[in-house]
């Protein structure tokens, strides 16, 4: 096949373009439109995927891909953001996209409309660069990251496993980097455990202690016991596995009471040592180590992974280097990602723009950096399908 690419597109104004769109959560608000215009320019063919699983909102989502043979690469991104907080807080507009100083500002310029806006500019040039090119690229790009990501990537990768349109490799736009381009390269994620650990009581007035049965200290036993639980050492990719205690709480406003019962949240990033069934045995484990009875809702959000495919990492890495002079270490870092979707399908790495100031007040990129990571996803399609 030939590609007669009719529109060469800005990563910076296309950037812009997308953050005018206030799509948070769930409302697209026009951005997959402005997208889609974008890439359907560029000779993509575009499906427009929308999924609502019951008792959540609709979300929109698009596959776009241009090719129908030969490797296939996949970018997955995504256009949602998340709140802006209070907009008088902002010293400029989030979704204004105003550039001062080099810097673009507004709400998901660098989580992740900078990097999907990249791409997309990547593959614009990739093509005008190589009209004979004859494989395959896509784009799996989400209305539904930041919030419940029940009908988001997770949806849009069954889809393509059910209509043959799974890729080989995968890179994931995400804002890898802590404060400037070059510095990491996500190649998996801890996985995410979370549980609400109940311990019961009876309630009664403080001066008859003898009455009542305080669950505070019989809480605070088990307790202690997960603070001086140490459940690994790590490994080579992946930091040890912690535990944190992110709320107690007794419902109690009155201090002449002794409560019914006690509550703690607790959530523990595990690494690839635990699936979420065996790290979930291990914490009951700790809990019974207290002798005191309890009950136990919990539930994994996230499974951890490491990235298949070494030879695309590596790939991957060196395209980084050539581009920013600078060599990004490994990583498996950070909270959950939607390569943990891709992830049992193909080797799949994260490379996007700096992390710094997302979901903060005045959230930016420098304009450098986006062009810079569109040059560095051009250089990933070059090495990948003509090296």
Excluded at 240 to 266: K, Q
Aim: some cysteine; charged content about 20%.
């Amino acid at each position: 096949m030939s590609c007669f690419v009719t529109n060469i597109l800005d990563s910076v104004a296309l950037t812009q373009a997308l953050v005018r769109c206030p799509s948070i959560t769930p409302h697209d608000a026009g951005a997959l439109e402005v997208l889609t215009v974008a890439l359907e320019g560029c000779g993509f063919t575009v499906t427009r995927l929308p999924f609502q699983k019951e008792g959540t909102d609709r979300i929109e989502n698009i596959f776009a891909r241009i090719g129908t043979k030969g490797r296939h690469v996949s970018f997955l991104g995504h256009t949602d953001v998340v709140p802006v907080g209070r907009e008088s807080d902002w010293t400029h507009p989030p979704f204004a996209a105003e550039i001062v100083d080099g810097k673009l500002y507004g709400r998901g310029v660098a989580d992740m409309k900078g990097g999907v806006a990249a791409f997309a500019a990547a593959c614009s040039d990739f093509l005008a660069q190589h009209p004979d090119f004859d494989e395959s690229i896509s784009l799996m790009i989400t209305g539904d990251e930041e919030a419940m990501a029940v009908n988001g990537t997770v949806c849009m990768v069954e889809w393509a496993k059910d209509n043959g349109q799974l890729p080989d490799v995968a890179i994931v736009g995400e804002p890898s980097n802590p404060q400037h381009s070059g510095q990491v390269m996500r190649v998996g994620r801890r996985g995410s455990w979370n549980g609400r650990l109940t311990v019961k009581g009876k309630q009664g007035h403080s001066a008859y202690p003898e009455r009542a049965d305080n669950p505070i200290p019989k809480l605070m036993a088990i307790l202690q016991n997960v603070v001086a639980d140490k459940p690994d050492d790590g490994n080579e990719f992946f930091p040890p596995t912690h535990i944190v205690i992110s709320s107690v709480d007794v419902g109690n406003p009155a201090p002449n009471i002794i409560p019914a019962r006690a509550e703690a949240l607790l959530n523990a990033r595990f690494n690839s040592v635990w699936t979420g069934e065996s790290f979930d045995r291990h914490m009951r484990e700790v809990f019974d180590k207290a002798g005191i009875a309890y009950e136990l809702k919990s539930w994994c959000n996230a499974e951890s992974f490491m990235s298949s495919g070494e030879e695309w990492r590596e790939l991957c890495r060196d395209a980084v280097t050539e581009v920013t002079g600078r060599t990004p270490r490994y990583d498996t870092g950070g909270g959950t990602s939607d390569a943990r979707f891709v992830a049992p399908f193909c080797p799949v790495v994260e490379y996007g723009a700096c992390n710094a100031t997302i979901h903060q007040v005045d959230e930016y990129s420098p304009v450098a950096e986006i062009e810079e990571l569109t040059k560095t996803y051009v250089r990933i399609l070059e090495k990948y399908f003509y090296a």
